[in-house]
């Protein structure tokens, strides 16, 4: 099972960026996805989620209203796009992926990680 991020890059602040994540090795249409970031010496912190259904999402309230996280289960690949991006935004974006079909902002809930993305913004 692998999980490829990418999308990553560096952008002047006020634009925006779409991550994706494309998972292999198995199907994901009925677990919930998410995507997390973490700063050198920080904490990994919860960004977006989505549930199976893509019904339901949660965002975290320092990108409520910016990021919008969705997924195409046929292509086994969720997405974040990021508007209105901001210097504090800078960091890695991970993809992850959990074993039931509801969203979780707890990275212990996950179980599966993908590899990571920098995204930097420019003031």
């Known amino acids: 099972v692998q999980l490829q991020a990418s999308g990553g890059g560096l952008v002047q602040a006020g634009g925006s960026l779409r991550l994706s994540c494309v998972a292999s090795?198995?199907?994901?249409?009925?677990?919930?996805m998410a995507w997390f970031r973490q700063a050198p010496g920080k904490e990994r912190e919860f960004v977006a989620a989505i549930s199976a259904s893509g019904g339901s999402t949660k965002y975290a309230d320092s990108v409520k209203g910016r990021f919008t996280i969705s997924r195409d289960s046929a292509k086994n690949t969720v997405y974040l796009q990021m508007n209105s991006l901001k210097p504090e935004d800078t960091t890695v974006y991970y993809c992850a992926a959990d074993l039931t079909a509801r969203t979780k902002v707890a990275v212990e809930e996950y179980d599966y990680w993908g590899q990571g993305t920098l995204v930097t913004v420019s003031s």
């Open positions: 090795g198995r199907t994901f249409s009925r677990n919930a």
